[in-house]
């Protein structure tokens, strides 16, 4: 490998892509970038990018697992297995994404198709043999009582925090007032 690829490689490796395209000639480059930027999830993501143009998803796969906390990463795997018709690996992924962007996996699962969260977790129950991690305690009977709960918790809440305010304010005040005493 050149010296010029191998410092293009570590310094700017979404420029050395679009030099290369997301063939198989960038994928030695990105794996040496990846080899060197443990710390650079960019390098890693792009690495798999090309893995999957290549038609190699278990490549990808492995590179895509060493970012656990990268919501792209999870979204790109569960496309990966989506499009490889394996939704119960998808599954665990799509459910990771649910939790940190629910319209992010509406997107994912239905695409161009607005859904509602009901909808969402009924499509991947459904189609990708998803399991609910809990049920509910209380289901409200209709959209109307839950708006008039929430209502009640919001001022609920407005009520206590407007209290505890006032009792630190008057606190405040009262130290105020016995300062000049002492």
Request: hydrophobic share 45%; glycine share 8%.
């Amino acid at each position: 490998m050149p010296l010029l690829d191998i410092s293009l490689s570590i310094t700017c490796p979404k420029m050395l892509l679009e030099q290369l395209g997301m063939g198989a000639e960038a994928a030695p480059h990105l794996e040496f970038a990846a080899s060197h930027l443990t710390d650079r999830p960019d390098v890693l993501f792009n690495l798999a990018t090309v893995y999957r143009s290549l038609g190699r998803p278990d490549d990808a796969v492995k590179v895509l697992e060493k970012l656990p906390n990268c919501l792209v990463a999870h979204r790109e795997l569960g496309e990966l297995w989506l499009s490889y018709g394996r939704g119960q690996e998808a599954v665990f992924f799509l459910t990771r994404v649910e939790t940190l962007d629910p319209y992010l996996v509406r997107e994912i699962v239905k695409p161009g198709i607005p859904v509602t969260d009901a909808a969402v977790t009924a499509i991947l129950e459904d189609e990708y043999g998803a399991e609910p991690w809990f049920s509910p305690v209380f289901e409200p009977g209709s959209g109307e009582i839950e708006s008039g709960l929430f209502a009640v918790q919001a001022s609920i809440g407005a009520g206590i925090l407007g209290f505890a305010l006032g009792q630190l304010r008057g606190r405040a005040a009262m130290k105020r007032e016995l300062a000049p005493l002492e």
